[in-house]
């Protein structure tokens, strides 16, 4: 800034502007700092972008759809509408808490949005994950000034972001069984199968324990692996499994059925779910419900319900809501699912209506498992009507 200083012009266009006037910062005001900070490598970039090079290489990139271009440049100027609001805001007051992690981009000489207080605010924020990236040669675009060490960085974040995506206890079992543990009473059991025409296949399931009884919901694919995690449960949980419910007629919900039977353990299931194991030969589940079948822990309740057909016509959802843990199963994808997963007996037409009665039903919902793959939240369920919306 001591250019600044020695820069008659820009001293003489600045005087005008009180900065003590109730409409300072204004508009006018802006338009022109923000000219000089481009001038200076303050402002858009430190070296060698000009704002002209930047709307260029934007129209002509390939990347973008027109309409997405076209969305850019109304976000921005939809932007300055906020300016006022961004300007009475204190996000050190106001937005000092995240649920999610937090990462700054930023290049040392920005003065848009300035290095030093970007600094401060991430000090002071409270989230899962957070961290700075300074870039020294950069001032408010790093991605276009220091693009290598950008792409660099993102891969960073995508790296540290998915290495710490589960922030479950993990609990290994056996060589192809552990448990996430998601709170005092509430367990995933992951397990890893073959399943004929897929491979080998990781799947989820849901353990609910109070006291010395415990709920199960979907056994992992075979009789010994559900044999080991009942075993586990006795011996490390001292309680008895009591009560199973599986999601849906497949073996990766109740392949190990037949070990429960054998050990006077209660089934229930979608009377749905009764008749396609039965016409399909896999095991029978013993009592059949309707809509909703309501269990009793001990004081906790634990509601399933049938809601429409999806990946297959009789898959459930399960609740607990003293938890605020929805087990979804089968019909809702993982974040990183691309696709819909097997559909052999899908019922696609019912399948978008589904989700979005599980949404209105579980509007506060925490937790949402799915039947294969990674623990999110209700964002599983919005990326699962936008896989559907797509196929
Ligand atoms: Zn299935
Ligand atoms: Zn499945």
């Given at each position: ?26 508009n ?21 972008i ?9 129209l ?32 050190f ?74 922030k ?40 609910f ?75 029978v ?17 634990v509601?399933?319900?049938y ?21 979804a ?14 559909l ?24 949402v ?23």
């Amino acid at each position: 800034m001591t250019a600044l200083n020695n820069d008659q012009n820009a001293f003489e266009k600045l005087k005008r502007f009180d900065k003590n006037a109730p409409d300072f910062p204004s508009n006018d005001y802006l338009m022109i700092s923000r000219g000089m900070m481009n001038e200076y490598g303050v402002g858009l970039a430190h070296q060698n972008i000009s704002m002209f090079n930047l709307i260029t290489n934007m129209l002509l990139f390939k990347g973008y759809t027109l309409s997405e271009k076209i969305n850019y440049y109304k976000g921005s100027l939809f932007s300055m509408q906020l300016f006022d609001n961004a300007m009475n805001d204190n996000l050190f007051e106001s937005s000092a808490s995240f649920d999610v992690p937090v990462y700054f981009v930023q290049g040392k000489h920005d003065y848009v949005t300035s290095y030093a207080l970007a600094k401060a605010y991430l000090d002071k924020i409270d989230a899962p994950q957070k961290d700075f990236f300074t870039f020294e040669h950069s001032a408010h675009a790093p991605n276009l000034e220091e693009h290598d060490k950008f792409i660099q960085t993102m891969r960073e974040i995508l790296h540290t972001t998915s290495a710490n995506k589960s922030k479950y206890r993990k609990i290994q079992i056996s060589d192809d069984i552990e448990l996430l543990q998601l709170s005092d009473k509430a367990y995933v059991h992951v397990s890893i199968s073959e399943i004929a025409g897929f491979g080998k296949v990781s799947s989820n399931g849901l353990l609910f324990v109070n006291e010395d009884e415990a709920f199960l919901f979907d056994t992992p694919v075979t009789n010994s692996q559900t044999e080991t995690l009942v075993k586990w449960i006795t011996d490390s949980l001292s309680a008895a499994v009591s009560t199973f419910v599986p999601n849906h007629w497949h073996d990766d919900n109740l392949g190990g059925l037949e070990s429960l039977h054998a050990k006077g353990i209660k089934s229930y299931a979608n009377q749905m779910t009764i008749d396609l194991a039965k016409a399909n030969g896999k095991p029978v589940p013993r009592q059949g419900f309707t809509d909703l079948l309501r269990l009793d822990l001990r004081g906790d309740i634990v509601e399933c319900h049938y809601l429409g057909g999806g990946h297959t016509a009789d898959n459930i959802v399960v609740w607990i809501p003293s938890e605020k843990i929805l087990f979804a199963g089968c019909m809702v994808k993982d974040i990183h699912s691309k696709g819909l997963g097997n559909l052999s007996d899908a019922k696609p037409e019912e399948w978008a209506p589904t989700i979005q009665k599980v949404m209105e039903k579980f509007p506060d919902a925490k937790i949402v498992i799915p039947g294969h793959g990674q623990i999110g939240g209700k964002e599983l369920l919005e990326h699962t009507s936008r896989l559907l919306i797509k196929c």
